[in-house]
T-cell receptor, first 116, second 111 residues
Framework: DGGITQSPKYLFRKEGQNVTLSCEQN?????MYWYRQDPGQGLRLIYY???????QKGDIAEGYSVSREKKESFPLTVTSAQKNPTAFYLC???????????????FGPGTRLTVL | AQSVTQLDSHVSVSEGTPVLLRCNYS??????LFWYVQHPNKGLQLLLK??????LVKGINGFEAEFKKSETSFHLTKPSAHMSDAAEYFC?????????FGTGTSLTVIP
């Protein structure tokens, strides 16, 4: 059964702690993405990766870090430098972003992070 | 510059009446366009996509959208709303390296 999994579904963090959100896909997609969603807003891009061992900052990368050591995994770390991390985090993947591809993104179920 | 504008942040319809969710875009390329649906606390699910093959695109659950290049629009429609259609809807444009999202339209269906 192919798809994207995110864990945990709910995550609570104390101020000053780093936390890591997991994202795994078995779709054999090259590109992976992390988005942040706040109430009443659209999705904002945090980081994206087009290939293993390479990633680029999105629009709101400050206070976040990522790694892409394996094609199927793209974990996101929310560091203590992120001042307002409470949000819904969505991971996505797509076949690729090069050329004139028309391929869509596939999304995971999301992780809701709350800072206590 | 690329952008996606969803013209209504909230839309309310009665069950059984038509749905219209409006989206305008700007793009430096010949874009790929998508509509996604999101139910509360869930990920996004693809409803349909435009990839230049046909201007009228049919999607899942009875939704369809028409690409109008002259109006730079990609409005989402459904002839008859169902209670299960109540959700957040996002219009998305793809350019070679990134996807750009509208801010979403919240659809309420009144019984």
């Amino acid at each position: 059964d192919g798809g994207i999994t995110q864990s945990p579904k709910y995550l609570f963090r104390k101020e000053g702690q780093n936390v890591t959100l997991s994202c795994e896909q078995n779709l054999n997609h090259d590109a992976m993405y992390w988005y942040r969603q706040d109430p009443g807003q659209g999705l904002r891009l945090i980081y994206y990766s087009q290939i293993v061992n390479d990633f680029q900052k999105g629009d709101i990368a400050e206070g976040y870090s990522v790694s892409r050591e394996k094609k199927e995994s793209f974990p996101l770390t929310v560091t203590s430098a992120q001042k307002n991390p409470t949000a819904f985090y969505l991971c996505a993947s797509s076949i690729g972003t090069s050329g004139r591809s028309h391929n869509e993104q596939f999304f995971g179920p999301g992780t809701r992070l709350t800072v206590l | 510059a690329q952008s996606v504008t969803q013209l209504d942040s909230h839309v309310s319809v009665s069950e059984g009446t038509p749905v219209l969710l409006r989206c305008n875009y700007s793009s430096s390329y010949s874009p790929s366009l998508f509509w996604y649906v999101q139910h509360p606390n869930k990920g996004l699910q693809l409803l349909l996509k435009y990839t230049s093959a046909a201007t009228l695109v049919k999607g899942i659950n009875g939704f369809e959208a028409e690409f109008k290049k002259s109006e730079t629009s990609f409005h989402l429609t459904k002839p008859s709303a169902h209670m299960s259609d109540a959700a957040e809807y996002f219009c998305v444009v793809r350019e070679p390296r990134q996807f750009y999202f509208g801010t979403g339209t919240s659809l309420t269906v009144i019984p």
